[in-house]
């Protein structure tokens, strides 16, 4: 009797085993992808991003590896688990100066047939060309960075003045309102930057270099004219009339909070940043100046043009990822249109397909983006070259040598700095 009653349990029990192993089976055949990103700064957002992938690619379990915020920190994380060829690695994000890098250690695999020339396209052309190495694509641009200048619009205002369109304008204009506010009892400084020894600085000073018709390094001839006399007038103008002239002698120790402080502290009148000032700066928590900023593209000197120092991220995919095609679906639907309007509107992100600059929620959300596309559309890439860390380490040390002390002699440091820089390049060779 005890036994006939453990039969209807086995039985049913029998019956149920496909359906326990179904299910399992359906579990081990999801397709794992590892993607490895920074800490981000508004993470609900991301997490909004990732549940609406993993929702609608069932068959794709998607593993986040959180990195640090700092991009050399994140630099360092990921390529030690590039050199080490890991397995557990399928996608990961890219500064806009790693594409080169990455492509020449053989890191990054090469998106030939998977983003056709259709689809890159419809990008910023300056964000293609960041990820472009010897003729192939490494990476899709995600969102853009690009320097901007920031001013004081009541001031301008109060005492007449356009936003300058050239360098020599704006330190004018920034002399005359300084001395006007000193009237006034007010004490105020003419401009903001980032003139520390860091990236920073080959950014903003690469803004001069170019709008003075200078390059870092020739792109047509890849020739290092760092040491040619557009640049080291640029420099010069930097050295002599920005340091401690109408920017305070502080701003040689200045990153981009340093720098962005003293402007939203009502303490400048011109400010250097990337776009994510925008929001700072107009928020009455935050800003002693909100609802009297401007923003406009930045200046250039008499006979060049306006140009600004490309930054932002691209997402790339390993070479020695296992799982190359559902790596490629995560890539197209994060850097797709939808998700860029998501994070534009929701993180303040500036998108790298043009369509979202005229995307009416976009604009409503980020008014600035209107004004913006056209400083997109001038940014420039620094070179591009596998060994940029150690040219940006020559740069870095050089800039920073010359723009801090009033009796350096530039025209010699930017020859012996352009000499270094020809000895790194040749390794490349």
Known sequence: MRLRGIFPTVLFLLLLLPIFLSCTSSREEKTVINFVTWKPNIPEVWDEIYEIFERENPDIKLI?????????AFHDMLTQKLKNQSTDLDVFLMDVIWPP?????GWAMPLEGLFSKEERDKFLEGTILANTYRGKVYGV?????????YYRKDLLERYG???PETWEDLVEIAEAIVEKEKKRGVEIYGYSGQFKQ???LVCDMMEFIL????WIIEPSSDRVTIGEPPAVEAVR?????????VAPRGVLTYQEPESLDLFIQGKAVFHRNWPYAWKVSGDPEKSRIAGNVGIAKLP??????????????????SSYSPNREAAWRFVRFLTSERVQKLIALRAGKAPTRKSLYTDPDVLEANPHFKEMKEVFLSAYPRPRSPLYPALSNLLQRYLSRVISRPDSDIQREAQETAGKMKEVLSLAE
């Open 64 to 72: 986040r590896q959180i990195g640090p915020h700092s991009s050399t």
């Open 101 to 105: 890098e990455f492509a020449a250690a």
């Open 141 to 149: 641009p995600l969102f853009i960075d690009a320097g901007v200048l």
């Open 161 to 163: 003045y356009q936003p």
């Open 198 to 200: 860091y990236e920073g």
């Open 211 to 214: 709008s003075n018709n200078g």
């Open 237 to 245: 103008f930097v050295r002599d009339r920005i340091i401690g002239k």
């Open 300 to 317: 250039h000197f008499r006979g060049g043009k306006s140009y600004s120092t490309l930054g932002g991220w691209q997402v790339g995919i």
